[in-house]
């Protein structure tokens, strides 16, 4: 295939995608016919191996018969000596489109979606489900038509608490000829039938990387977002300049959506220093929304009324738009900065407490950062040069609580780089998928890495024993004790719960972790539910229980609410 100038230049211009500072090239401002030329450039990995195309009859015959040995409910692969100290990752898996969004569903599945089945970016015409109890193959997967007319590709995205449906907020538009304006459409995902439905009231305001947070009531804080990008114009068409969703406003599932007129800002999720892109927020026992800026500001939005907003005290190293962070404890946050730092936040008090922890290994633009079942925080992917794969960081770390250290782990096949996902699933495996839209590798594929906790500890890298829990509820509320029955009277060391994650853009915006209390009588447990919705806001959580090793059950899945 002959390769264009211009094609090369666009390669360049990924490359340097997500160095910071304002002359670099954003990789979500190409153009259609740039996007176009670009995935003309771009391999395609279906999970074979980059450049694989559909006339590629011998590859693909390859990728068919990996699909069919894996079509079965996923097993914990053998790892080699030390993967009870680096873990391991399954072979790589194809997928029907780029999972750049992805969300956990209450019965199991995984809702994806953000490119066409091509690789090029779109959420207008298509969405995924994966089930993993049908294993890997293609008989896992399931390709939808979407008909809503929106193009969710970089919508904002949660679950809502009590029904366990999806709601899409924005998302991207065509004006201009051009990508990447937004849209203010709303849109609802049912998992019972598998349809995605246009909702009658849209948002007040368009926002395209936008974040949801859910708050103590149950209600959706929508913060963040771009309006219109910035267009110069041509012969054809006028120019535009950018503008963003800088007023914040809030969904009820029973009540439509309210404004929060009294809390625009700029600098907390607006104009200023990329605060718009997909805003890092949480709901905080403070009872409001805390926000991480990329200077390193923090605020505080209350949602009541028309809403009010604040910066409060306390400040962090620059960060980055492309950088992960996650709550590993209840109101404790661990934030990925610029240049590998990190930083530890406790928002549990007015004052946040800022406080250094070990450095990554490297730097990780648009790489991403999980809780998993035990509360430490896996890192993976990204790249120490942004958008391409000279700085392509295949290696993964894993940041432990209790000693504020990095460990390295087990290495990828594949490059996460931007719009790739990482996502805890209820059997303590995390699922790692997608980057591309632009390359420099359109990955329609994914990875499961097996974390350590999964292996036995004597070297021989054979699956750990697990321990099981027969039964459990599936709904609780705020401090109620429940009833556990493990399948053996085996003491039981630690009962964690694990908020679903809702993952795009190197952040699950829903996820948190935290530790419950519990009693043991042989095989039944007493386990007693975190007292307050500001420390748990209602919805979909994994509840793990835990050895004396360390190992994880399979989670049953709980919903948290009154």
């Known amino acids: 295939m002959r390769t264009s100038r211009r094609a090369l230049q666009l390669v360049a211009a990924v490359a340097l995608a997500g160095c910071g500072g304002s002359s ?71 997928w029907p489109l780029i999972p750049l969004h992805t969300i956990l569903l209450p019965d199991g599945r995984v809702l994806s979606y953000g490119s066409k089945p091509s690789g090029i970016q779109s959420g207008l015409m298509h969405y995924a489900l994966w089930d993993p109890l049908q294993g890997t193959g293609t008989e896992s997967k399931l390709l939808l038509s979407n008909t809503t007319g929106t193009d969710i590709f970089c919508a904002g995205q949660a679950l809502l608490p009590d029904s366990g449906n999806v709601l899409l907020v924005g998302g991207d538009r065509i004006a201009n000829g051009k990508r990447n304006y937004a849209n203010n459409d709303v849109n609802v995902f049912t998992p019972s039938n598998n349809a995605l439905t246009r909702q009658s009231q849209s948002m007040a305001y368009q926002r395209w990387y936008a974040t ?103 400040a962090m190293p620059t960060g980055a738009y492309m950088l992960p962070a996650a709550m590993y404890q209840p109101g404790k946050i661990l934030s990925v900065r610029a240049a590998a730092k990190a930083v530890v936040v406790d928002i549990n008090n007015a004052t946040p407490v800022v406080t250094p922890t070990a450095s990554l290994s490297a730097d990780r633009r648009f790489g991403n950062a999980t809780v998993l079942a035990d509360g430490k925080v896996w890192a993976n992917g990204g790249s120490t040069t942004g958008n391409d794969l000279a700085g392509a960081r295949y290696d993964s770390e894993t940041w432990d609580p209790a000693t504020g250290a990095w460990t390295l782990g087990a290495s990828a096949t594949k490059p996460r780089l931007y719009h790739s996902v990482s996502m805890l699933m209820p059997d303590g495996s995390v699922l790692t998928g997608g980057g591309g839209a632009p390359g420099p590798v359109v990955n329609m594929n994914a990875e499961i890495y097996f974390p350590p906790y999964l292996y036995k500890t004597d070297g021989s890298g054979e699956p750990a024993v697990r321990p099981t829990i027969a039964t459990a509820p599936s709904a609780a509320a705020w401090g109620q004790a429940v009833p556990v029955t493990m399948s053996e009277a085996a003491p039981v060391a630690r009962m964690t719960l694990v908020r679903f994650g809702a993952v795009t853009h190197a952040f ?55």
Request: hydrophobic letters at 35%; glycine letters at 10%; zero cysteines.
């Open 24 to 94: 670099t090239p954003d990789p979500e401002t190409l153009s259609p016919e740039d996007l176009a030329t670009e995935a003309d450039v771009a391999p395609i990995d279906h999970g074979a191996g980059p450049g694989m195309g559909a006339d590629d009859q011998q590859r693909s015959t390859r990728v068919s018969a990996l699909g069919k040995q894996a079509a079965q409910a996923i097993a914990v692969p053998n790892g080699g000596p030390d993967a009870h100290l680096r873990g391991a990752f399954g072979e790589p898996f194809s």
């Open 508 to 562: 699950s915006n829903e996820q948190r972790f935290q530790d419950v209390g519990f009693t043991q009588n042989g095989q039944d447990l007493t386990v007693t539910m975190p007292a307050s919705a500001n420390y748990a806001p209602p919805g979909f959580y994994m509840l793990f229980a835990l050895d004396a090793q360390g190992v994880p059950s399979q989670a049953k899945i709980l919903r948290l609410g009154a």
């Open 212 to 314: 949801l947070v859910t708050t103590s009531s149950g209600e959706q804080a929508v913060i963040g977002g771009r309006i219109d990008r910035l267009f110069e114009g041509n012969a054809q068409y006028p120019p535009t300049d950018a503008s963003y969703a800088s007023t914040p406003e809030v969904y009820s599932a029973t009540q439509g959506w309210r404004t929060l007129t009294t809390a625009k800002s700029e600098w907390a999720y607006g104009s200023n220093v990329q605060s718009w892109s997909y805003p890092r927020a949480w709901w905080s026992p403070q009872g409001k929304v805390i926000v991480f800026t990329v200077k390193g500001e923090i605020f505080a939005l209350d949602v009541a009324g028309t809403g009010s907003v604040a910066k409060v005290p306390g």
